[in-house]
């Protein structure tokens, strides 16, 4: 069920032993100026004389979207000198979108203001880092039962999109069980370009990747904001099945975030996402992994489970560190049971840094480099 309505943010107060003058001045109009967006609200933006038709434009694109909550906060400010009438400071963007966003989502922009005879007023907003959809262009949306989809292209592909990320939501609930809010924020930008700008990275480095799970900061735990960003250059060229396991393999990365750790290995967390991506596609071994397959007929063996580095944007034989991923997540799947796969995922996130082996042993019942050589003789199956 959808919030029943936005709340209108309240001006945060100044840092304790800041001048209250012009910072507490620019504070006010910060938070004047999100509640102005938040609620729609033309007439209520403090715009500089110059600046009204780019702040019309800020409400048109994001039009479609409906805020819940929508703050700019004061981070970086210096006391302007005595006489000045410009001044440039950083706020924290935090927004939460409805219905699909526990936490806000925050982001870092740069706010030029000019002092006029009613006080300080907006010139220019602009990001640095990692942008926001609507600093992209206008946006649109698709909604589907399980999904929320923000793009700039055409309504159809929209649609398209939120229907797979419906099909997806069972599959991985299946698997992982239900979560909260159960629902995929889903963006899908024009270009490759406009994908890199969205993260505040180089466009080369994602070239071929499909779509990433984009964490944005926000959430008071290990929770963020989580949206699916779709690289419409790389998505196109999917097939529909692909397609469908691209939105369901990152579905899988929302669904398992609060279980997530920066020692969870890649080698299982993008081997479940894949494990789960492919449930009911009735895709055998080799047409899952092509690649390995390939490699292991040319007598080329992996040297052990992938590492982390494997999985770089852009590497040699990234397409196989996914492959043995999968490979080694299906095989526990198959001998254990996809509970128990589950449970070595959640135990390697609870058991701490360095806790792979302790999850294994309390979980499996064997250590990581006995269940490794299962693996390795599992991988060797493929040169028949």
């Known amino acids: 069920m959808l919030p029943a309505g936005p709340a209108a943010p309240a001006a945060a107060p100044p840092g304790p032993g800041a001048p209250s003058g012009a910072r507490e001045a620019v504070t006010q109009v910060l938070a004047r100026r999100a509640s102005a967006i938040l609620r729609r609200d033309p007439g209520g933006l403090p715009t500089a004389v110059g ?28 006391e302007p000198a005595s006489g000045a009438d410009r001044l440039t400071v950083g706020a924290e963007l935090g927004y939460r979108i409805a219905g699909v966003d526990d936490y806000p989502a925050l982001l870092e922009r740069q706010v030029e203001l000019r002092r006029e005879p009613a006080g300080w007023r907006v010139l220019r907003e602009v990001p640095t880092g990692a942008v926001a959809p609507w600093d992209l262009g206008a946006v649109r949306t698709a909604t589907g039962q399980h999904s929320l989809v923000l793009g700039l292209g055409e309504d159809a592909e929209l649609a398209d999109l939120a229907a797979l990320a419906d099909r997806a939501m069972p599959t991985v609930e299946a698997v992982w069980g239900a979560w909260k809010p159960g629902r995929l924020l889903l963006e899908l930008p024009l270009t490759v370009q406009q994908f890199a700008r969205r993260m505040d990275v180089s466009a080369d480095a994602y070239q071929g990747i499909a779509a990433v799970t984009l964490a944005v900061g926000g959430a008071p735990t290990h929770t963020p904001a989580d949206r699916i960003v779709v690289n419409p250059e790389a998505y196109r060229q ?11 393999h990152e579905a899988t990365h929302v669904a398992t975030r609060a279980d997530t750790r920066s020692w969870t290995p890649l080698w299982l967390s993008e081997g479940v996402a894949d494990y789960t991506g492919y449930q009911g596609t009735g895709r055998t071994v080799r047409q899952i992994a092509p690649e390995l397959a390939r490699d292991v007929r040319a007598g080329r063996m992996p040297a052990g ?37 589950v449970a070595l995922y959640r135990a390697v996130g609870q058991n701490g840094s360095g806790g792979l082996e302790r999850a294994f042993r309390s979980e499996l019942g064997l250590g990581v480099a006995e269940f490794t050589k299962s693996w390795e003789a599992e991988v060797a199956t493929l040169r028949s």
Not at 238 to 248: A, D, H, I, K, N
Not at 315 to 330: F, T, V
């Open 51 to 78: 600046a009204e038709e780019a702040d019309r434009d800020v409400l048109t694109r994001t039009a479609a979207i409906r805020f819940t909550e929508y703050t700019l906060r004061l981070t970086t400010f210096a």
């Open 238 to 248: 999917l097939s529909e099945l692909g397609r469908r396991v691209v939105v369901t």
């Open 305 to 341: 489970l992938p590492t982390d580095d494997a999985f770089t944007a852009g590497s040699a034989g990234i397409a196989q560190a996914y492959e043995q991923s999968w490979l080694a997540c299906d095989l526990i799947a198959r001998r254990y049971g996809p509970q128990r796969l």
